[in-house]
């Protein structure tokens, strides 16, 4: 019988639980021919933590895990809050600063991770709460090997904790200032479990791709431990590789995928797609941007799966809407209904709830919404009241209860007074015929304040034209919302939840303005 979320109390609970009642099943998969069974994963989880009970690391002090999707994250992170300490995954692919600043922020007490992102951060003056340093894979003096850490005796079970206590802090992108820890709880956690359970449908038999970054509330939250709490299997793929994907379905037979649109996209643009076996694959879900039509209609054609919109953010600990996968096409602009037990609705500018079709700030209500930020009580008064989440996104309701989301509210763009969502012009330019990407973003006008611009990827072997992009969206647009610059790139820089980073589109457009480029 696999264990449910009614069963866990707390996240730690979960491959402690797990390992009792199916410790023969394969728990995890990493490339190339390694797995662990539930019942080894308890072990090292538990070893770890009685580890760290030694080393005198206590009940809420703060654990940071800069590590790559391999298995010593998934025992460390479970390890780690067994302890009953709090986790604290980090992205590693930030500057050594950067990850200075988040280990001062927090106040790490110890850090997991290889060598090259020790030792380039061990000396900062942000580390000094740091005292334990474990090196995954080598190490140097004044480290500690993370293999010698699950050499103790295991704990004889997880610390007992309240469910409300702070499990994890999932520290935002950042790409309005200095990025937030949001403190999730092992309720927070555990409800977003039923979430992917009753909108997603995950199941025991489940076998879970994992591609997303651990240190991402997607992967981390609404992959791995809601998998994992399910009783399926993970698979880890270390770091995204499009080919890698398709040989993992096929030799895992993975059922269970949550990628972003960009890769969906790469997936149907392989000429060798149809060579793999896809067949396994019961339910395709995707976020942090919209999915065109056309993408959708050719995936159908090589992927027989349940195909979902998901909207959500870290400080709802994921998963924040879903879209049914019956009106995955007839409603491809929408992010779908709140999950059940959870409350949505869009204000105004004074705060007031807005009726269907009107749009506003996307707020949501519930068991999902985090306590708040960490050390930052100011913060998490701006952003949670009476319990409501304020998204920052703006979005309208319909009559149904399907969410749109039209922009950022940083993001909108303010034409002299008319405004401006990105996403409803993006949406027009997915149609142009070459388009693989794009991405609306506001530049600066003498008369207007701002205007709108574009920047679009073609499709691998396609030329775009940017004045007829523009005629084609005249066609279809109001005057104003035209984009008035289009330019053509390569790539969209995004952030590991693939939203689109426009500070940094707008950055470019002005470093090349200035240097006279067109």
């Avoid at 960009?262 to 942090?288: E, P």
């Avoid at 995955?328 to 609705?345: C, H, I, K, Q």
């Avoid at 993001?411 to 693989?436: S, W």
């Avoid at 390569?490 to 470093?511: A, C, F, S, T, Y």
Wanted: glycine share 10%; with cysteine; aromatic share 8%.
């Amino acid at each position: 019988m696999v264990s449910g979320p009614a069963d866990f109390r707390s996240i730690g609970d979960i491959p402690f639980l797990l390992g009792k009642s199916q410790g023969e099943k394969t728990a995890l998969r990493f490339p190339p021919d390694g797995a662990m069974t539930y019942a080894e994963l308890s072990d090292r989880c538990l070893r770890f933590a009685a580890f760290l009970r030694s080393r005198s690391v206590a009940p809420g002090d703060r654990v940071a895990i800069l590590l790559q999707n391999v298995p010593e994250f998934v025992v460390a992170y479970f390890g780690a809050i067994s302890a009953g300490c709090v986790a604290v995954p980090v992205n590693y692919r930030l500057a050594p600063p950067e990850i200075a600043y988040i280990l001062s922020d927090c106040s790490a007490a110890a850090v997991i991770a290889p060598p090259d992102r020790l030792e380039p951060v061990r000396f900062l003056p942000g580390a000094g709460s740091v005292r334990d340093w474990f090196a995954v894979d080598g190490g140097g003096e004044g480290t500690i090997p993370f293999g010698e850490a699950l050499s103790a005796d295991p704990a004889p079970s997880p610390a007992p904790v309240s469910p409300d206590d702070v499990a994890v802090l999932l520290y935002t992108s950042g790409t309005t200032g200095f990025p937030k820890g949001a403190m999730l709880s092992h309720r927070n956690t555990l409800f977003n479990v039923d979430s992917c359970r009753a909108a997603l449908g995950y199941l025991g038999d489940d076998v879970g791709l994992l591609t997303l970054p651990l240190f991402h509330v997607t992967g981390l939250n609404s992959q791995l431990v809601a998998l994992m709490a399910c009783g399926a299997t993970v698979v880890l793929q270390k770091e995204y590789d499009t080919r890698q994907v398709l040989e993992l379905i096929e030799r895992h037979r993975a059922t269970a995928l949550f990628l972003v649109p960009a890769i969906y996209k790469l997936i149907t643009l392989r000429a060798d797609a149809a060579r793999f076996d896809l067949s396994s694959v019961r339910v395709a879900a995707y976020g942090g941007a919209p999915m065109a039509p056309e993408t959708i209609l050719s995936l159908r054609r090589i992927l027989p799966a349940r195909l979902h919109n998901c909207y959500g953010l870290t400080e709802c600990s994921s998963l924040g809407t879903v879209l049914p996968s019956d009106l995955a096409l007839a409603r491809s602009e929408s992010v779908g209904f709140p999950v059940p037990g959870t409350a949505a609705e869009v204000r105004g500018e004074k705060g007031e709830k807005l009726p269907p079709g009107q749009p506003g700030e996307l707020c949501l209500k519930g068991p999902h919404i985090v306590r708040g930020y960490f050390g930052a009580p100011g913060k998490t008064r701006d952003a949670i009241r009476d319990g409501w989440l304020l998204t920052g996104d703006i979005a309208r309701i319909d009559d149904e209860g399907l969410v749109y989301i039209l922009d950022r509210a940083k993001d909108m763009i303010n034409r002299g007074g008319e405004k401006v969502f990105g996403l409803e012009v993006e949406n027009v330019l997915y149609g142009y015929p070459g388009v693989a990407e794009a991405a609306v973003f506001g530049i600066p006008h003498p008369v207007f304040g701002e205007v709108p611009a574009a920047s679009v990827v073609p499709l691998p072997g396609e030329s775009v034209d940017p004045e007829s992009v523009k005629e084609y969206c005249r066609e279809r647009l109001a005057d104003f919302k035209v984009p008035v610059s289009v330019r053509i790139t390569d790539r969209i820089p995004r952030n590991p939840g693939g939203k689109v980073l426009k500070k940094e589109l707008r950055k470019d457009w002005e470093e090349r303005s200035r240097e006279g480029a067109t």
